[in-house]
Nanobody, 126 residues
Framework: QVQLVESGGGLVQAGGSLRLSCAASGRTFSNNAMGWFRQAPGKEREFVATINWSNGRTYADSVKGRFTIARDNAKNTVYLQMNSLKPEDTAVYYC????????????????????WGQGTQVTVSS
């Protein structure tokens, strides 16, 4: 059974940092594109960052320069380092994995991902 489990969320003051982790089990995702999305109350799920097999990365404009996505294929884990957090970053953050054939892909759309975690809450207070 494939599982993606996020951790590292919490409550932080504006300007602070958090590091989210996403541990995959049930299969290896070293050859798959991985991504992070977020969903604030009353809003649609939105793209945050993605990384492919060769560490090609793309970020949403709203987090560029503040967030960094990274992966450790040996641990089957992807990370999201979030710095200079703002209240508007408050959301549930979801980890996602692309399906087969996404090794070189840069995936920014919800429907492009095949596997999803259950999410971790990030709350940034002003």
């Amino acid at each position: 059974q494939v599982q993606l489990v996020e951790s590292g969320g919490g409550l932080v003051q504006a300007g602070g940092s958090l590091r989210l982790s996403c541990a995959a089990s049930g299969r290896t995702f070293s050859n798959n594109a991985m991504g992070w999305f977020r969903q604030a109350p009353g809003k649609e799920r939105e793209f945050v960052a993605t990384i492919n097999w060769s560490n090609g990365r793309t970020y949403a404009d709203s987090v560029k320069g503040r967030f960094t996505i990274a992966r450790d294929n040996a641990k089957n884990t992807v990370y999201l380092q979030m710095n200079s957090l703002k209240p508007e970053d408050t959301a549930v953050y979801y980890c996602a994995a692309g399906g087969g054939g996404t090794r070189w892909s840069i995936l920014t759309k919800v429907h492009e991902y095949e596997y999803w975690g259950q999410g971790t809450q990030v709350t940034v207070s002003s």
